[in-house]
């Protein structure tokens, strides 16, 4: 059974295109990454696979169950989502925000209790963030944030986990260890990730399949391998691509 699926499903925001009768299913240990130009419509079409942008028509399934039918809650043991930018809307501490992960799994007007908390220590040890427990959210940088967000899914712990941009802000040694964490904990799970993000080389490292939105009539689903190839790349960023071949992998940079 797909983790989650889109079936002819198109979306738009404003007078703009976004998918038009776009098909693909994420399946139990796949990893997807999503590549696209600048204002093609990734961030709207995550938003639309977990409904907070309604889509002009088509059928997204969770599980073999269609969005709409899930309750909120139970969705939200399912589903894990990391939005581009988080905002802080209250004052809050780290360990306050990590353990909002937990929500979903209490009973109404319950609080966490020793195991939550275990679980969020053991989330903010993972990103290296343990001893900033204390420490408020607006006083971290955006790097830590990130961290922080992705502590807080990790103690979500989802099945499916959707990431806009999870590299954020993060230096090149947190996106490695970070990534190689998430990879780790949803290959534990036989989970699956659909995530959106700009570097061609860490969707040949990390994903085994691959979303092109070329445009909205042109968007080339499928296998990594099948799919990032320097003429789709230069299709996709209109612009001359190098190959350089290594003894184990491909790498793709502007020319």
Not at 178 to 201: A, P, Y
Request: hydrophobic letters at 40%.
């Amino acid at each position: 059974m797909s983790l989650l699926s889109a079936r002819a499903l198109t979306a738009s925001i404003g007078n703009k295109l976004i998918c038009n009768e776009l098909n693909f299913s994420v399946e139990p240990d796949q990893y997807w990454g999503v590549l696209g130009g600048n204002g093609v419509g990734k961030t709207t079409l995550l938003q639309t696979l977990i409904g907070l942008h309604e889509a002009v028509h088509g059928d997204i399934e969770i599980e073999g169950k269609s969005l709409q039918d899930w309750r909120r809650k139970d969705l939200a043991c399912r589903l894990g989502v990391l939005f581009q930018d988080g905002q802080d809307t209250f004052p809050a501490s780290v360990m306050e925000t990590v353990l909002a992960g937990r929500h979903p799994y209490l009973p109404f007007w319950s609080i966490e209790g020793k195991d939550d908390i275990k679980l969020a220590h053991k989330a903010l040890a993972d990103v290296a963030m343990v001893d900033m427990s204390y420490r408020q959210v607006n006083t971290l940088s955006g790097g830590e944030r990130r961290r922080l967000a992705i502590a807080t899914l990790l103690v979500q712990n989802p099945t499916i986990w959707l990431l806009d941009e999870p590299t954020n802000h993060l230096d090149l040694y947190h996106q490695i260890s970070l990534l190689d964490l998430v990879i780790e904990r949803v290959r534990s799970t036989t989970g699956g990730i659909l995530m959106v993000l700009h570097d061609v080389n860490i969707v040949t490292r990390y994903c085994t399949h691959a979303m092109l939105m070329i445009d909205a009539n042109t968007i080339l689903c499928g296998p990594v391998d099948a799919v990032v190839t320097q003429k789709n790349l230069e299709k996709l960023y209109q612009h001359p691509i190098k190959t350089i071949q290594d003894k184990n992998a491909v790498f793709y940079f502007p020319e």
